[in-house]
């Protein structure tokens, strides 16, 4: 069956490591559906989660392809209870002062803020998990969306549980 | 120490003994400082591609890691096609490619390819070098990625000046690799599993693959133990013996009946160091309808369950694996199992046919013969490779080495040259077809340079035979681009001219004697087989087909 998966990969901070790990999937053919990536509190260690869509053995594949990269530390996939968060920048075209009450209710509903003001545009800023902005987006769809940029959902188990990194230095 | 002595010196102090490379611009400070370290010996190929299939085969054939040298833009892009054969066959290789200077990286510059870039699929790893100070530990890692886990290729590529700057580290004792740490040892509980389920299966095999030729020994123990059938994929050849009575032969698109059969009707297939590839396997699902358990042994995670379910996977090393259930294994009571095998196998023999013509696979089987199965086999791509795989009888381990995964024509003639240096007073016997020959062939220079006593036994067909074969059974007999005999060259004039003892042969007649006289030459020899062209390599289970679809022998006119 075909599901949605969150998945967390620590990797080392080397040159070109993304690269790597996108050449990887282009090449298999997984699709991602979004991806984001950052510096952890661990010198030289970076974070990158991938939403990707597949059925077990797809994502089974995923991880196990993944694990193979001399530079992957850790795969994760987010299967129990999750914080997913995504952050969006929408532009949007204002014509009248009606117009502009509308998209500040709208704001309002979903926690959006406005976070910049001119006179024929707004932008606004939202966080939350990626369906959330998915449905933003469609609110303001009836309006004029000039511009919009996604990060990408981040992740990390909700609870106590941690991504552990095992510890380095081993004699060969 | 510059960073060219620093690199010499790290590969000396990992046992490296062999070079195969092809100097230029951007890594003459290495060539420099080879020129003072004579205890390496450089092997000078004629073509890049030449030095990574002859790294390959002398890695194959050593269980060493191979080395391969090159220069900077089209010398590391000529080398592109042997690492992606090594890695698609898990040979051991470290691949050293000079850059253009770091400070021109990016600039276009000349001879500049983005070879990290370039090679990152078709490597287990690669490295561009920026700091003189990092290569030991880098020459180091590279190493230990080629030749653990499932072994591969690694590339690093060394900026020029990187090479001639002055280095002021020092030469690690360890390894810090915290994302690459292979099973080695099978989980116990799975080899307790897999003993029981072979303990209860009627109908077992057993698969074994490239990454079981390093296991022989315990494998060989584990059949001799248990009476299990025994098949073997192409890089799986020589792990047991052909003359093993309980060796069934080749899997899949050019298998035997009986391997196949036995598949199909197999409950339990014990598979170690193998991945199912499309070539054994044909439709996925419709390979193995009968079977209940399947235990796979590989000692890459990712090779397991991605493209058959394993009932029972054990992540490890073969060797270890075989080893344990060589001890834990009892007899099996197989023979009402045997029976039916004997019986696939009494009623198909490999078609063999003997109408006086002279015919690859009499040529192939009389060198086995003369042989006895001992020399070490290295092919080309095409027809003559399945009938080498066919028919030559391996004996011993790391014996058979040919381009399998990928299927690069060409492989032959380098490879059969790294074989020859791995193992300098072994008779090696390289089986070629004139098209996969012509691609590579100006490494004769090479054999003749190092006075190289490979024989190399050419089966001229005038054609590209297999995809002659395919269009034969599938295009209508369209010969679409595949006729070569009215340009081929004399290849015995051709052998001579490089300084190689050569001679040609047109009868069926002739064919036992020519055999002795290419055998009996101390150096290298050529000896040109004319063969039947209208020839196909049967059995043959069309591709995306199973069992079920096997052709087993020449449809009629084809025959005439």
Redesign the interface.
Known sequence: MRQRHVISVL??DH??VL??IT??FA?RGFNIDSLAVGRTHIPGVSRISFVVEGDD?TI??VE??L???????KVVDHEGPRLERELALVKVRVEGIEERIELKEIAEAFRAHIVDVARHALTFEVTGHPAKIDRFLEELSNYGVLETMRTGAVAMDRGERVIK??A????? | MTGAEVLLEALVREGVEVIFGHPGGAIMPVYDALYHRRELRHILTRHEQGAGHAATAYARASGRVGVALATSGPGALNLTTALADAMMDATPLVAITGQVPTTAVGTDAFQEADV??VT??IT??NY?VSDVNDLPRIVKEAF??ARTGRPGPVLIDLPKDVQNDTFTGSFP?????????PTYKGHPRQIERALAALRAAERPILMVGGGAQHAAQPIRRFVERTGIPVIATLQGLGVVAADDPRFLGMPGMHGTVAANRAIHEADLILGIGLRFDDRVTGDVARFAPNLKTLIHVNI???DI??VIEAQIPVVGDAAWVAERLAEGAEPLALDAWWRRIRAWQEENPLPFPEDGELRSQAVIKAFGEATGGEAVVVTGVGQHQMFAAQFYPVKRPRSFLTSGGLGTMGFGLPAAIGAQVARPGETVLLFDGDGSFQMTLQELATVAKYRLPIKIVLLNNGFLGMVRQWQDLFYEDRYSEVFLADSNPDFVKLAEAYGIPAFRVERREELEDAVQRALAEEGPVLAEFRVKAEEGVFPMIPAGGSTEDMITEPPEEARS
């Open positions: 990797v080392e040159p070109r690269t790597r050449s990887m090449r053995r089974e594949q196990k392809q694990n193979r990269l001399i530079e992957v530390l990194l095992r380095r230095r081993e004699a060969v | 990290t870039g990152m699929p287990k790893h561009l230990h990625i004792e360890t390894i810090d690799l915290p994302g690459y740490r890459e995670p990712a369950g991605k």
